[in-house]
């Protein structure tokens, strides 16, 4: 029991702090509005960016545990990666050139900083069911 009601969980507190972010970076709401005006909107359309990303990382992920039945896995070969120079909780946000069954595709993700993939890596993606973005899912291993 926390100070003032029930302690949140760690996934919560996660949650909370994602969608604190995502208003900075859209500049909604208060802090959205005082960010902006003191980071000025360049950098809050960086952050807008950055969450972006890693809410599509975490799509992927989620996808690739427990993908839901009728969800399309494909694997992807990685023909070049570029750095962004951003990145969320050290993991860094790339771009990706994928061969996906030879047609050329360009994924801007957020990887693991244990896992970033190399050119010539097989890596898995699949569709966002709910805008059809290609998400990234991780390495193929």
Same mark, same amino acid.
């Not at 595709?105 to 190399?118: G, H």
């Given at each position: 029991m926390g100070l003032f009601?029930?302690?949140?969980?760690?996934?919560?507190?996660?949650? /909370? $702090? *994602?969608?604190?972010?995502e208003k900075i970076g859209q500049g909604r709401?208060?802090?959205?509005?005082?960010a902006r005006l003191v980071m000025g909107s360049e950098n809050t359309d960086k952050v807008? /960016? $950055? *969450?972006q990303a890693a809410r599509a990382g975490q799509a992927g992920m989620a996808g690739m545990a427990g993908a839901p039945a009728g969800t399309d896995v494909r694997t992807a070969a990685v023909t070049a990666i570029a750095?962004?120079?951003q990145s969320?909780?050290?993991?860094?946000i790339v771009q990706l050139e994928l061969d996906l069954e030879g047609?050329?595709?360009?994924?801007?993700?957020?990887?693991?900083?244990?896992?970033?993939?190399?050119?010539?890596?097989?890596?898995?993606?699949?569709?966002?069911?709910?805008?059809?973005?290609?998400?990234?899912?991780?390495?193929a291993s």
């Open positions: 009601g029930r302690k949140k969980s760690d996934e919560e507190r996660v949650e /909370d $702090a *994602m969608r604190t972010a709401g208060l802090t959205g509005g005082l807008r /960016d $950055a *969450m750095d962004t120079g969320v909780n050290g993991n860094p047609q050329a595709v360009t994924l801007r993700t957020m990887v693991s900083r244990l896992q970033i993939p190399r050119a010539g890596d097989t890596v898995h993606v699949m569709r966002n069911p709910v805008d059809g973005a290609l998400l990234y899912g991780g390495p």
